[in-house]
């Protein structure tokens, strides 16, 4: 464990105020860095009191003690794991796209959103540098997010057919997104090592929704690949051998007891190269979430 905050169970509770503290300025001043926890942006889950991990085993520890969803997504948003990705997530934040010069980046991890008790779970990368970096909510303030939400709302599993901002109003009605690595990596590749970092916070939210979840959506071919270990560890069962990544596929799975069955689908995620080549189409993206909604509340409403 390192850092001057360290608490009596040994983990630093300060991440975002020491690094503030070392750059010479109070949280409140530190523009550019990442936004301090608890300072007031919207839906924001930690506090200056929620411990950080600083590596692989701090992770593993956290994720695995957290109790709730909300604790959960609270040690999620303040990880400092991977010093790569967090130097990145943070120099963006301070440089930022000239088209938002104006706003406060995020900066920091980009926990799951959405119902604490969902019946679908919708799987992507990890956030964009500009879109959920900037806004701290995932999917957000980015193209692929306004396919997204469009389809979602269309699907009738999300309240607005745009998500542009924490804050905005937007909800997720039964359904849930978590990205497998939690924060932007450089050219949205990240490594085997940061992906294998991050799991824990997948497996311990897979962990926490077993009981409810009906439905899993993969977006894209890194998701599918790294949801694999991930649902294991959290204890569902899988179909041998495993199906390759394709559009449209579906692998049935089990969990619990009872071996409750889940259906995994597998997306297109719908980044701007796809959408731009028309390898994905609204169509396509609306066909996938009208399947997931069936499978997941047939006749039900979602979120009622
Ligand atoms: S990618 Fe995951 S494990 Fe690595 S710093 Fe971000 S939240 Fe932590």
Same mark, same amino acid.
């Given at each position: 464990?390192? *850092?001057?905050?360290?608490?009596?169970?040994?983990?630093?509770?300060?991440?975002?105020?020491?690094?503030?503290?070392?750059?010479?300025?109070?949280?409140?001043?530190?523009?550019?860095?990442?936004?301090?926890?608890?300072?007031?942006?919207?839906?924001?889950?930690?506090?200056?009191?929620?411990?950080?991990?600083?590596?692989?085993?701090?992770?593993?520890?956290?994720?695995?003690?957290?109790?709730?969803?909300?604790?959960?997504?609270?040690?999620?948003?303040?990880?400092?794991?991977?010093?790569?990705?967090?130097?990145?997530?943070?120099?963006? =934040?301070?440089?930022?796209?000239?088209?938002?010069?104006?706003?406060?980046?995020? *900066? @920091?991890?980009?926990?799951?959103?959405?119902?604490? @008790?969902?019946?679908?779970?919708?799987?992507?990368?990890?956030?964009?540098?500009?879109?959920?970096?900037?806004?701290?909510?995932?999917?957000?303030?980015?193209?692929?997010?306004?396919?997204?939400?469009?389809?979602?709302?269309?699907?009738?599993?999300?309240?607005?057919?745009?998500?542009?901002?924490?804050?905005?109003?937007? @909800?997720?009605?039964?359904? @849930?997104?978590?990205?497998?690595? &939690?924060?932007?990596?450089?050219?949205? &590749?990240?490594?085997?090592?940061?992906?294998?970092?991050?799991?824990?916070?997948?497996?311990?939210?897979?962990?926490?929704?077993?009981?409810?979840?009906?439905?899993?959506?993969?977006?894209?071919?890194?998701?599918?690949?790294?949801?694999?270990?991930?649902?294991?560890?959290?204890?569902?069962?899988?179909?041998?051998?495993?199906?390759?990544?394709?559009?449209?596929?579906?692998?049935?799975?089990?969990? *619990?007891? =009872?071996?409750?069955?889940?259906?995994?689908?597998?997306?297109?995620?719908?980044?701007?190269?796809?959408?731009?080549?028309?390898?994905?189409?609204?169509?396509?993206?609306?066909?996938?979430?009208?399947?997931?909604?069936?499978?997941?509340?047939?006749?039900?409403?979602?979120?009622?």
């Amino acid at each position: 464990m390192t *850092g001057t905050g360290a608490a009596p169970d040994g983990l630093d509770r300060t991440g975002s105020r020491q690094q503030a503290d070392e750059a010479g300025l109070a949280p409140d001043r530190a523009a550019g860095t990442a936004v301090p926890p608890g300072s007031g942006w919207p839906d924001d889950p930690a506090t200056m009191a929620t411990p950080v991990a600083h590596g692989a085993d701090e992770v593993t520890e956290l994720a695995r003690g957290s109790a709730t969803m909300a604790e959960l997504a609270a040690r999620q948003s303040v990880c400092r794991a991977c010093p790569r990705l967090v130097s990145w997530r943070e120099q963006v =934040a301070a440089h930022k796209r000239r088209s938002f010069q104006a706003e406060r980046y995020w *900066g @920091r991890p980009v926990p799951g959103w959405g119902d604490e @008790r969902p019946r679908i779970l919708i799987i992507g990368l990890a956030p964009a540098a500009h879109g959920g970096n900037r806004t701290g909510r995932i999917f957000t303030g980015d193209r692929s997010g306004d396919w997204l939400f469009g389809s979602l709302h269309r699907c009738g599993l999300a309240a607005q057919p745009t998500s542009v901002a924490a804050g905005d109003g937007q @909800r997720l009605l039964g359904t @849930r997104m978590a990205a497998a690595v &939690r924060c932007a990596p450089p050219a949205n &590749r990240p490594s085997p090592q940061e992906r294998d970092t991050c799991a824990p916070w997948l497996a311990a939210e897979l962990a926490q929704i077993a009981g409810c979840v009906r439905v899993i959506v993969a977006l894209g071919g890194f998701a599918w690949q790294a949801s694999w270990p991930v649902l294991r560890t959290a204890g569902f069962a899988l179909p041998r051998p495993r199906p390759p990544f394709r559009h449209g596929g579906e692998a049935g799975l089990t969990v *619990g007891a =009872a071996a409750r069955p889940v259906l995994l689908l597998g997306c297109y995620h719908p980044s701007q190269q796809n959408t731009f080549t028309g390898r994905v189409t609204h169509g396509m993206l609306d066909d996938i979430f009208a399947r997931a909604r069936h499978a997941a509340f047939g006749d039900l409403t979602p979120g009622s």
